[in-house]
């Protein structure tokens, strides 16, 4: 298919539950925006629809410009990277909002290591954006707000049971590498972790901005870079890992 062909294939998709289509080798990040702008649209008209406060609407759309400044600053153009495609059609879903500090969306857990939980049950899945400290304080309170404003503006999806999330934030590796007691560490107190696979490639994208980095040329400018590189030079797991937290169990 041509650019223009794909375009209106992908904006079709949007809104559907079909596969997405492929890519002709002349896409760029550039085509990708367009895509972007029509998801940032669906979710405007969805939560409008839904009584959502616009300005919640607007910090969840802050996605746009954070993933076109690292567009810009890893790859050297304007747009957004293709591999954000799936991201942004959860945008245009609707059912994605950032609350305070942490974002969150309505999902079907897949799982089946969380005591008190079945695949199928409905539960809130939790985003951490970039470009913005990671406030212990303001963490928590967007945990508080979550439960409360989705049995608000979605009352025609069963409860959610509980948050879940899957990052490489969560990785048993980070509080040393990154600080015992620090930010990242406090921030995994918060819930209960279980497990995930080595992902060297997620770690490395969101603390580089590539999925795959030089040990010998890649800046070692703060400690959980440092730390990171010496993981991935020692061939040691540079594990994801998961959490949760059970309705119940929010303050």
């Not at 990154?178 to 819930?191: M, T, W």
Request: hydrophobic share 35%; aromatic share 10%; charged share 25%.
């Amino acid at each position: 298919m041509t650019n223009d062909e794909t375009l209106q294939a992908l904006l079709a998709w949007l809104p559907s539950e079909n596969p997405r289509p492929e890519l002709p080798e002349t896409w760029d990040d550039s085509w990708t925006l367009r895509v972007v702008e029509e998801a940032a649209r669906l979710e405007r008209a969805e939560q409008t629809r839904r009584g959502i406060p616009p300005e919640i609407t607007e910090a969840t759309l802050q996605d746009v410009g954070i993933w076109s400044r690292h567009c810009q600053r890893t790859r050297g153009t304007e747009g957004i990277a293709d591999q954000h495609l799936g991201w942004f059609k959860l945008h245009a879903s609707g059912r994605l909002c950032r609350l305070g500090r942490l974002q969150f969306a309505i999902e079907t857990y897949t799982w089946d290591d969380v005591p008190g939980l079945e695949k199928g049950d409905t539960v809130l899945g939790m985003h951490i954006p970039a470009e913005a400290p990671l406030d212990i304080d303001e963490c928590k309170k967007s945990i508080a707000a979550a439960f409360p404003f989705f049995d608000t503006y979605f009352p025609d999806f069963p409860p959610a049971k509980a948050i879940v999330c899957s990052s490489w934030m969560l990785g048993d590796w980070v509080p040393e590498a990154a600080g015992v007691g620090g930010s990242l560490d406090r921030f995994q107190q918060l819930f209960h972790l279980l497990p995930s696979g080595n992902s060297p490639g997620s770690a490395c994208y969101f603390v580089f901005g590539y999925r795959e980095v030089d040990p010998a040329t890649a800046p070692r400018d703060t400690r959980l870079r440092r730390n990171l590189l010496d993981l991935i030079e020692a061939g040691k797991p540079v594990n994801a890992g998961r959490c949760y937290l059970l309705r119940e169990e929010v303050q």
